[in-house]
């Protein structure tokens, strides 16, 4: 991603610096959800239904299906 970009006064261009601005803040959000996600199923916080503690393995699966 470049420091500064210089556009003109084109309404395009604008709407188009601003969706690049708001993807890339997106995906930062996803990226730490997923690595906040990660750490509680490391540490055993996602727990079943029934009390018991899944592994991280079924964790993670149950999260991606």
């Known amino acids: 991603m470049p420091d500064k ?3 003109d006064q084109s309404g395009a261009n604008t709407a188009a610096v601003e969706s690049i ?3 890339s803040g997106a995906g930062a959000r996803a990226v730490i959800a997923g ?7 490391k540490k055993g916080q996602l727990g079943c239904s ?3 503690a899944s592994s991280a393995a079924s ?5 991606a299906f």
């Open 5 to 7: 970009i210089t556009i």
């Open 35 to 41: 690595i906040e996600t990660m750490h509680m199923i």
């Open 50 to 52: 029934d009390g018991h």
């Open 21 to 23: 601005q708001a993807d």
């Open 59 to 63: 964790a993670s699966y149950s999260l």
